[in-house]
């Protein structure tokens, strides 16, 4: 059974940082694509950031690059988002991800783990 559990979300204020976790289960963590994507309310949800399978290679959205830090440790089957100096438009619920690219292709995603940033 595929599972990904997010955790680490929480109420912060701005300037503030929170580091999410997300423990994998069920497939092979370390032949897929991982990402975190985020919801807000009344919007679509969008890719925050990505990591590759081995690690090696990562992309950020415009709106975090410099502040937000994705990584994984596949020993562990876990990935990380580390998010500085967050901002209140920061506010959504963050998702992750993952995907294999290679056929048969898949895509998970967890149940979300909500990150309110707010004086």
């Known amino acids: 059974q595929v599972q990904l559990v997010e955790s680490g979300g929480g109420l912060v204020q701005p300037g503030g940082s929170l580091r999410l976790s997300c423990v994998a289960s069920?497939?092979?963590?370390?032949?897929?694509?991982m990402s975190w994507y985020r919801q807000a309310p009344g919007k679509e949800r969008e890719l925050v950031a990505g990591?590759?399978?081995?690690?090696?290679?990562?992309n950020y959205a415009d709106s975090v690059k410099g502040r937000f830090t994705i990584s994984r440790d596949n020993a562990k089957n876990t990935l990380y988002l580390q998010m500085n100096s967050l901002k209140p438009e920061d506010t959504a619920v963050y998702y992750c991800?993952?995907?294999?690219?290679?056929?048969?292709?898949?895509?998970?995603w967890g149940q979300g783990t909500q990150v309110t940033v707010s004086s």
């Open positions: 991800n993952a995907r294999r690219l290679s056929e048969p292709t898949r895509d998970y």
């Open positions: 069920g497939f092979t963590f370390s032949t897929y694509v």
């Open positions: 990591i590759s399978s081995a690690g090696g290679f990562t």
